[in-house]
């Protein structure tokens, strides 16, 4: 019986030990706070790229697509594309696809925000809320 507890009591250091739990980040809501406050964000962005569509033009505007305030153009062979931008500001993304000699254009556009925060943490601390946006094509 001793040798039966023994193992049980073996088995369950092994346990807690083998957990990949990141303890400081449960104790510490302000661990993924930056002191200093970013001048940039991310903004995510998701495409359409399959065996009819693996190229696909891209153009980011700075606020609404129809001010026409070009940020950056590039083309994506990937799925997610993700680009560090200037922070506190709205940006829109058009898409090309092309399909049966026809050019389709997707737009989305998102926030990329910096939040200042105070009340959980003992200082003052700059949080980021990345952009997300979505341009695949829906069937």
Known sequence: MARIFRYLILVAVALIISCNI????LDNPCIDCYNIKPEEGLLEIKFTIDENHNGIPLIIYIDEYEKNQIEWIDTTY??????????????????????DNDTIYVFDGDNVKI??????????????RDGKVDV????
């Open 22 to 25: 990141d303890w400081e980040k």
């Open 78 to 99: 990937e799925a997610n594309y993700d680009i560090w931008v200037p922070v506190n500001q709205y940006y829109s993304v058009r898409a090309q696809y092309i399909k």
């Open 115 to 128: 939040i200042k925060e105070s009340t959980e943490c003992d200082t003052v601390c700059w949080r980021p």
């Open 136 to 139: 695949r094509l829906k069937y």
